[in-house]
């Protein structure tokens, strides 16, 4: 048997199921341009009979020029009780003029009856009639045989009829669909491989996320013989979602040995994957396996003392085959090992036997204890780091700040700063009004900078979170402000302290212009190091 398996993509039609998800054409455009660079054999792109958008879509697909993916249309079976020629759902497939298409039947007899409440008989004729009907315009026809597991649990003679109907249409896929998602990896293993005997077509498997087994009945599917594997990027779909591709595509590739894309394909693996959530505007979880940022990141001690010495110690492949990185978190659970990754990495002059990297690891924990949390502010870390290293060059002091915010009767609030700094030995004095008063202490530190470092007007924050540390204390709790800042090239986040939010704020904020400008002197040594490391990577 052949170990080449088959990505049907249907991000674009069941991962638009998935509550909160809707893509605009451009959106569906985009992503199936980046789904051919990743090397899908098919892109489901929506249900013509359902709704304009789809339509559109299809007729805009057109204008791609598609080197890897062929694209499908999805729809059902025909109604009941009509022709198949005068089904309005199997025209607008035709109507798309896509080569391939896509259409679900009913497998499942309790189905048949309750939910298109017809016969036995009749939902075989109309599977029949269906494909005989897309094959008869000379279309490639894969078959989803809806609820096949259930079927098959409640009346395996029937759910086999359905397919074999499939089959004698001439359908060219077989899809075994766990609609529900509420089937076990054994289950669908064993009911995989007895189809797989049934019929001779070939077997694809579309599965559901709802017991969380979606990427492993997958998987287990194809190992009993099914050799297309249909999910959605980054699992988006319906209730819980459909299997994740994301997972499954370096499952079969890395784990199983199958073939699905190149081996640069799934060096983009990484990159669709965030891109998918960008567009779609899902924020995926940092652990998310294989692509989440924090997939190969190390912040225990131990961790990262062992994989100094080998990365396997602690990575179960290499990163960058998936196109990910490792990374190295410095927090109170770091050892010595952490800080000198990191001062490697920043290109820091480092002997290993001084005291110093004790002492830089005291100061963390000490402040990690005081409510300062550096894994998600590497800009203040680097420049903790740097301070302690001597290489930081205070760009300007403090002498001192002014907030006023007031509200009148019938006026609305308004917030207003002053800051006095001193910047290379010349006194500037700055006043400026905010949305609020975080907001107005920003404006009044960059336009007294500007003059001096006119490269601050392309910076910009781009995110502000403020964390109550201590609850207890009410409204006098510590606060943390995490600050995330941008250029046009880079992000970096940077954190602040307080029992005043006032005063973490400017911690903050003075840490994310600090980073901003010296960041401009960096990027050679760092851009050296980081092709040195790539060069040390090797499992
Ligand atoms: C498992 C899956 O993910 S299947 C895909 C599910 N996705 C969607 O439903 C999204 C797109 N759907 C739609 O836009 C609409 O539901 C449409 C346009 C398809 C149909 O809309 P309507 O004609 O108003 O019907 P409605 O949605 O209320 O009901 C579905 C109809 O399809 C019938 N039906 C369901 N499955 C099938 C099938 N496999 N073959 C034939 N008919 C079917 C149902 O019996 C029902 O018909 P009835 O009202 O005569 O009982
Ligand atoms: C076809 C399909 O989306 C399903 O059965 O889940």
Redesign the pocket.
């Known amino acids: 048997m052949t170990n080449v398996v088959k990505l049907f993509d249907t991000t674009l039609r ?1 991962g638009t ?1 998935g509550e909160g998800i809707s893509l605009s054409v451009e959106d569906k455009i985009k992503i199936a341009g980046k789904l051919d660079t990743l090397g899908v054999h098919y892109i489901e792109g929506g ?1 013509p ?3 304009h958008k789809d339509i559109e879509f299809f007729n805009r697909v057109k204008e791609l020029d598609l080197k890897n993916a062929k694209v499908t249309a999805f729809g ?5 009780g009509i022709k198949a020629e005068e089904d309005i ?1 199997l025209n607008r497939i035709l109507e798309t003029q896509v080569s391939v298409a896509t259409i ?3 497998s499942w007899d309790f189905h048949v009856h309750k ?3 017809t016969t036995l008989e009749e939902n075989l004729e ?1 599977i029949y009639d269906s494909i005989k009907y897309l094959k008869s315009k000379g279309l490639e026809v894969i078959y989803d045989a ?1 609820h096949f597991f259930d079927g098959y649990k409640n009346n395996p003679e029937y759910a086999l009829a359905t397919i074999q109907k499939a089959e004698d249409a001439g359908a060219d896929w077989i899809v075994l669909c766990d ?1 529900n998602g509420g089937s076990m990896p054994s289950e669908i293993f064993e009911i995989v491989r007895k189809v797989c005997t049934a019929v001779s077509t070939s077997v694809g498997i579309h599965t559901h996320n709802d017991c969380e087994l979606a990427v492993a009945n997958s998987l287990a599917a194809v190992k009993a013989g099914a050799r297309q594997v249909q999910g959605t990027m980054n699992g988006l779909g ?1 209730r819980c979602g459909n299997a994740n591709l994301i997972s499954i595509i370096p499952n079969l590739q890395l784990k199983l040995n199958y073939q699905c894309i190149t081996d640069e394909q799934l060096s983009q693996l990484t990159n669709v994957s965030r891109y998918v959530s960008e567009i779609a505007n899902i924020n995926m979880p940092v652990n998310q396996p294989y692509v989440g940022a924090a997939a190969f990141a190390h912040k225990g001690g131990i961790h990262v003392s062992a994989i100094m010495k080998h990365p396997k110690t602690y990575e179960h492949i290499v990163p960058e085959l998936v196109g990910n990185k490792q990374r190295v978190l410095v927090s109170e659970l770091a050892g010595q090992s952490n800080v000198i990754f990191k001062a490697e990495e920043l290109n820091l002059d480092f002997d290993k036997e001084s005291a110093q990297a004790k002492k830089i690891i005291d100061d963390i924990k000490t402040l990690e204890h005081q409510g300062y949390q550096f894994e998600g502010a590497d800009a203040s870390l680097e420049l903790l780091l740097r301070k302690a290293f001597g290489e930081l060059e205070e760009i300007f002091t403090l002498e001192s700040f002014k907030i006023l915010v007031a509200k009148s009767k019938d006026r609305p609030v308004a917030s207003e700063a002053i800051v006095k700094l001193n910047v290379h030995g010349e006194l500037v004095y700055m006043a400026a009004e905010g949305t609020g008063p975080v907001n107005a202490l920003d404006n009044a530190l960059r336009r007294a900078l500007e003059k001096f470092y006119p490269e601050i007007k392309n910076m910009h924050l781009s995110d502000y979170k403020v964390r109550v540390i201590d609850e207890k204390d009410a409204t006098a709790a510590k606060v943390r402000v995490l600050i995330e800042s941008s250029d046009f090239e880079n992000t970096w986040s940077t954190v602040g302290v307080s029992e005043n939010i006032i005063e973490a704020s400017w911690q903050a904020l003075v840490d994310s212009i600090r980073y901003g400008l010296i960041g401009k002197n960096r990027t050679t040594s760092e851009e050296n190091n980081q092709q040195k490391k790539l060069g040390l990577i090797n499992h």
């Open positions: 069941d199921q249900w009979g359902s709704n059902s079976t025909r109604r009941k759902n679900f039947g009913k939910a298109i409440q109309m809806e609609t319906e």
